[in-house]
């Protein structure tokens, strides 16, 4: 994409998506997050007919940090629809990406078919909670350690964020602009949690008689509980608290009674607590860069063969040889058969924590030789990533 093309771009996405022409042109041109250098465009008979972003950005998971090519925006015009611009231009990004040895690409779908086609993965599973405040614990005493945020928080709050990316769920990382842009927002409210010392925070928008939890930051067992609390202390005027959060957390450990705000009954005593939601997808670009960038579990030891088709970047398959051990793998090229073999969507799925092995083999989505697939549940344990909600690109 060229400067020149700002305001086209800019045209095909608000018409896509909504928003404001004025506010994506100048996003285009000083946003916090991404500028026209990382737009891609596609051009026939002199018309931009599709935009697109591809932000670098880098992504925390399993207490490691990636480089991850995190795709945006993808937007056609309506009168270009079903001729194979979006395809094209994904194509190009995932090419460009080859090149530049970058591991992974990451964007949320407007629809997950389309993108599996181009090799990404559905991975980001989390649970959608309405919880009925009635029935949060409250904490009087770990309450009062909360308050509202105050301006001299900003550095602290920036810091504990940076600390959860790498102890916690995992997410992106943010820049000074992003965190430069959160604190303009009108549309939100902030409180922390100091007992001498900050060690939590939470953010949220009253939504009619309900609270939407946008961002929830804890890291210690006492600020967790403290900001919980504050969200019960709010039952005279919110009857819900809406928030995603990663599978494995059990909030509903947090309840008097262990069911969401106006419940389904799905037979006898079985009521929903939580739903189960798909949210962003992920891609491995470059096979091998991947596998040596991840972190496994310090204890898993062993080798194997990877054979790997992708539609767009490897049509003919890929082999490697991957030695695993210390927590890391060491992968070259090969020739021949593999002990196991799928396409680079399941490696993606697989890879995030999102779908284990021995589940991807009993689907027909791997194959291998049950000490392989043994082998793989234990160096690929399943945990999918997690981005939070005021991350989402």
């Keep these: 994409m060229a400067e020149a093309d700002i305001e086209a771009a800019a045209a095909v996405q608000t018409q896509a998506f909504g928003g404001v022409l004025a506010e994506a042109v100048e996003r285009y041109r000083s946003g916090p997050r991404y500028t026209w250098r990382d737009g891609w465009v596609v051009e026939a008979d002199g018309e931009i007919r599709a935009a697109a972003i591809a932000i670098q950005a880098r992504w925390w998971f399993r207490g490691v940090v990636y480089p991850i090519s995190a795709v945006a925006g ?10 194979g611009f979006a395809s094209e231009l994904m194509r190009s990004i995932l090419h460009a990406d080859l090149a530049a040895q970058r591991p992974y690409s990451a964007l949320y779908p407007f ?13 980001g599973l989390m649970h959608y909670w309405r919880i009925p405040t009635a029935h949060l614990s409250d904490d009087p005493k ?44 009108d549309d939100e409210r902030w409180v922390v949690f100091d007992d001498g ?9 009253p939504a009619q008689a309900s609270l939407e939890v946008v961002e929830f930051v804890a890291l210690s067992s006492e600020a967790e509980r403290g900001l919980w609390a504050f969200l019960a ?3 005279e005027q919110r009857a819900a608290v809406t928030l995603l959060t990663p599978v494995d957390q059990a909030y509903w450990a947090l309840l008097r009674e262990p069911a ?20 962003f997808m992920v891609r491995v670009i470059d096979v091998r860069a991947a596998l040596q960038a991840r972190s496994f579990p310090p204890d898993v030891a062993g080798q ?14 890929q082999s490697f040889q991957v030695q695993v051990a210390d927590g890391r793998a060491e992968v070259e090229w090969r020739h021949g058969e593999s002990d196991v073999r799928c396409d680079v969507s399941t490696l993606s799925q697989i890879w995030s924590g999102a779908l284990s092995a021995t589940h991807a083999e009993r689907y027909g989505l791997l194959e291998g030789p ?4 043994a082998l793989w549940d234990r160096a690929f344990p399943v945990g999918p990533p997690y981005i939070a909600r005021a991350d989402w690109f």
């Design 74 to 83: 993808v937007a056609v015009r309506d009168v270009d629809r079903r001729r």
């Design 111 to 123: 629809q997950h078919g389309f993108y599996r086609r181009l090799g990404y993965a559905s991975v």
């Design 142 to 185: 770990l309450r009062r350690s909360v308050r509202q945020l105050v301006e001299a928080d900003r550095p602290l709050v920036a810091r504990l964020y940076s600390e959860s990316l790498c102890d916690g769920p995992g997410g992106l990382e943010r820049n000074d602009g992003q965190w430069a842009k959160r604190w303009t927002r």
């Design 197 to 205: 010392d900050l060690r939590g925070y939470l953010v949220y928008r």
């Design 233 to 235: 202390s709010q039952v």
């Design 260 to 279: 969401m705000f106006e419940t389904v009954n799905r037979g006898f005593i079985i009521d929903d607590i939580a739903a189960l939601t798909m949210s």
């Design 304 to 317: 194997f063969s990877l054979e790997v088709s992708d539609p767009i970047l490897a049509p003919s398959g």
């Design 370 to 373: 049950p000490a392989q697939i």
